[in-house]
């Protein structure tokens, strides 16, 4: 099954009346050696039903318990692993205290003596070849480990030398952790010495990483820290559970005792039920919802009236982290930008469309003419496009739409997490989607959420206030490479002090949402 090709792998699907999904298994080029390499929390992504999920797991388990099984005693396989262990080094061969005055395993019988126990120096010798197995395998990943394919940027500012950022810091350990996790097939618990190489990997192909002789050291914590946070939200994968189990979830957390553990999960369920036992008003509410969402003409009056009413009921569903998706399915006015502005302004007491307009409008000429977008295409092509118009209305609309496009880049801030332009949306986080932004006549500006379109917006100015209200709205803790920009606007909406602007050393803090 290793050597198998992505059509062997489908075809084999085909035999275990798992048919349904090929298609799945063609677009993620899921050869044989990557089936194997599949763990639950990947087969959970990668097959929807469940029942499907168990099939495939237990078929891959099936299978690797009868590949190992050709490893027990009167296998062909047994010499063969018997004589690695005698090619061993000898330094290894006598680390051991059990193999003083005893001869080599592969003299030993590897029949069951006759009250059918296995001897205990065959059990001692297999022991032996597992350690000097998983020895060779943990240096050959060392050594054939090279760095992998930055993107342009990164390689960019590799090539000329130039101190990284600390965005740009993390882009590289976001793909150093990444990197590690396929070298290590799915693991998210490299060893201290795959850390080791790791990072004089990247020192040795860029010496000048090395600030001041403690880089290895800086680059090391920042690779392990990027693991702890890659590790700390997943709740599906077995061998992240049994290590939290084991150690607590933090350094110094002492483990639960049983009954700590049970009276935690009543308290969980307790609150489930809470946030999910609507009585028949509310349920009345939500049924009248979805059936006035699809009619043509709506009653706004009463939306509004509904909506003020079953406020409280949203915030606890959203409190308890209720997927969104149920809550626009129960709520989906909510999609209408309208009503997302009011449930702002029943949080905040503020008009966030009014302030967004006023923040484009007096701050576009201070962004425009900054020295970290004076060479960005979009600014380039602002410029291009202000040569066609003479109507003051026209140029103060573009120079707003530029405005709203640079933020991001001004701050120093990842521009893919606050506005997508002609290009798919590719984050979970709320972001814009912009198509055309200087044609007046095809523009189009969309607010996505979970990949997928929340609503149509007219212009850049409902689009920013749109997409800072969905943070709020829907309780969505900033990103922390555009708390920056967030910051600034926070900072300019609820009127909290004078923004530093522009500022590229201002302190990064998260997106606090402000007390209602």
């Not at 009056?301 to 129960?330: A, N, V, W, Y």
């Amino acid at each position: 099954m290793e050597a198998w090709s992505v059509d062997q792998v489908c075809s084999w699907l085909v035999e275990k009346n798992l048919g349904e999904l090929v298609h799945r298994f063609q677009e993620e080029e899921v050869s044989g050696a990557a089936l194997l390499a599949l763990n639950d929390r990947m087969v959970q992504q990668l097959v929807k039903k469940i029942g499907h999920q168990a099939v495939l797991m237990g078929l891959i388990k099936k299978y690797k318990q009868k590949s190992q099984g050709l490893k027990f005693p009167g296998s062909p396989q047994e010499p063969a692993l018997l004589t690695q262990a005698a090619a061993a080094p000898e330094d290894e061969q006598s680390s051991s205290p059990a193999n003083y005055g005893e001869p080599t395993a592969s003299f030993y019988p590897t029949e069951n003596l006759d009250n059918g126990l296995i001897d205990q120096r065959v059990l001692k010798q297999r022991r032996n070849v597992k350690h000097v197995l998983a020895r060779n395998k943990a240096l050959q990943w060392t050594k054939s480990y090279v760095l992998p394919e930055f993107p342009y940027d990164v390689k960019s500012m590799l090539a000329e030398q130039k101190c990284p950022d600390h965005s740009m810091r993390i882009r590289i350990i976001e793909f150093l952790q990444a990197d590690m996790t396929k070298y290590l097939e799915g693991s998210l618990y490299p060893t201290t010495q795959q850390y080791n190489d790791v990072v004089n990997a990247l020192l040795q192909a860029h010496p000048f990483l090395d600030e001041d002789g403690c880089g290895f050291f800086l680059w090391k914590r920042a690779l392990k820290d990027r693991f702890k946070y890659i590790r700390r939200s997943i709740e599906d994968d077995e061998q992240v559970i049994r290590n939290k189990c084991k150690f607590g979830h933090r350094r110094g957390q002492t483990r639960k005792s049983l009954a700590d553990t049970r009276f935690d999960e009543i308290k969980i369920v307790q609150i489930k039920e809470e946030a999910v036992c609507l009585d028949s008003e509310v349920d009345e509410h939500i049924s009248w919802f979805q059936q006035e969402y699809v009619k043509i003409e709506k009653d706004w009056r009463e939306i509004d009236k509904r909506m003020s009413q079953t406020l409280q009921i949203r915030r606890k569903l959203i409190g308890s982290r209720t997927p969104l998706k149920d809550i626009l399915k129960m709520f989906p006015f909510l999609k209408c930008p309208y009503q997302l502005f009011r449930e702002f302004q029943l949080l905040t007491r503020t008009d966030i469309c009014k302030k967004t307009r006023h923040i484009l409008e007096s701050y576009s000429e201070n962004i425009l003419t900054s020295f970290s977008v004076v060479d960005n295409p979009i600014n380039i092509a602002l410029q291009e496009k202000m040569k066609q118009h003479t109507d003051e209305d026209m140029l103060k609309y573009m120079k707003m739409t530029a405005t709203c496009l640079l933020l991001p880049d001004v701050f120093g801030d990842d521009p893919s997490l606050f506005v997508i332009v002609n290009e798919k949306v590719q984050v979970s986080t709320p972001v814009l989607e912009v198509k055309d932004p200087f044609n007046i006549d095809v523009c189009e500006f969309s607010l996505y959420l979970e990949k997928e379109r929340l609503t149509k917006v007219d212009d850049c100015v409902t689009g920013l206030a749109a997409l800072v209200a969905a943070f709020h709205v829907f309780g969505i803790e900033c990103p922390t490479r555009l708390s920056q920009t967030l910051n600034f606007l926070q900072t300019l909406i609820f009127e909290m002090h004078s923004p530093h602007f522009p500022s590229m050393k201002e302190k990064d803090v998260g997106f606090q949402h402000p007390v209602t």
